[in-house]
């Protein structure tokens, strides 16, 4: 058995290394799943992404053995990088390039590339993909190793969910890029925007497929921006300062943020608190 490991230069060059031989008694998957795992832990490595095989029987059984086994298996081992897998090779590139020109698909716009760190990368990414949907299909006509080499690659469903994920994220690109402004105030607009967010959540809850994620979040967004009481006061003398909002907003906003946090109140008791507050 051959183990090999694939990493990317300063200059965005793919290279491939052969790291280990290993000799194995037994082709039965979960034996060849173990010398797999020996080698990802002598070499020290801690997170495994993806692993690509042949596509021999045996080799479904080891993977089934590591992902039982491996503790930092990014995705569950469920994740596909059809993206990823077309941007590392300039062959594959340029092929997909031809595949959006047949496909008419107009655009100077390309796949982007997805940086763990900064959540945006991954909106650009998924817009970007669905974008060029068609794309996708052309070239899996064009490179009969495209499947094979994944195991499994964006089908409609897949991008019927890119649909819906890239109109969820969209919402938190546009508030990113307006509080990370440099030449203007914000503080006026804080709580316009967090109260912004908060609907965002509210609406987006009640969709099975965002169920646990926005779940998530609400509980971080509630934890930072979603008890009014405890929120710095500074951000409502904003809000009374800026001839746009003054009073009437601050009211509006104290409104909204006490009928979600005590939902027990009724319209009348809501106004009056949110009144003795302003």
């Known amino acids: 058995m051959v183990v090999t490991a694939h990493f990317i230069d300063e200059n965005w ?5 052969i790291i280990n031989f290993r000799e194995i008694d037994s082709h039965k998957g979960e034996d060849m799943g173990r010398e797999l795992l020996d080698c990802i832990r002598g070499w020290g490595m801690k997170n495994v992404m993806t692993i690509t095989l042949d596509n021999a029987a045996t080799n ?31 062959q594959r590139i340029n092929k997909f390039k031809k595949a959006m020109k047949d496909c008419g698909l107009q655009t100077k716009k390309f796949l982007c590339g997805d940086t763990p760190t900064r959540w945006n990368s991954t909106f650009e990414l998924l817009k970007s993909a669905y974008q060029l949907q068609e794309a996708f299909t052309e070239f899996g006509v064009r490179d009969k190793s495209y499947e094979r080499d994944l195991g499994r690659v964006p089908e409609n469903y897949d991008f019927e969910v890119v649909t819906e994920m890239v109109k969820f994220f969209e919402k938190f690109k546009t508030k990113t890029e307006l509080v990370s402004a440099t030449s203007k105030p914000l503080v006026n607009l804080f709580i316009r925007e967090v109260l912004d967010v908060d609907i965002h959540l509210r ?3 009640t969709k099975p ?3 646990d994620m926005v779940k998530d979040m609400k509980t971080k967004y509630d934890k930072y921006c979603g008890a009014y009481n405890k929120m710095n006061d500074f951000m409502y003398f904003a809000v009374l300062l800026d001839p746009t909002t003054k009073s009437p ?6 409104k909204k943020m006490i009928g979600y946090m005590e939902p027990s109140l009724t319209p009348a008791g809501i106004d009056i608190k949110a009144r003795q507050m302003v």
């Open 249 to 254: 907003f601050l009211l509006h906003a104290f």
């Open 203 to 205: 609406k987006w809850s």
């Open 13 to 17: 060059m793919m290279h491939k290394r």
């Open 60 to 90: 479904d059984k080891a993977i089934d053995f590591l992902v039982k086994k491996l503790p930092n298996l990014y995705e569950g081992g469920k994740n596909f990088q059809a993206v990823r897998y077309i941007r590392l090779s300039p």
């Open 209 to 211: 497929m965002f169920l």
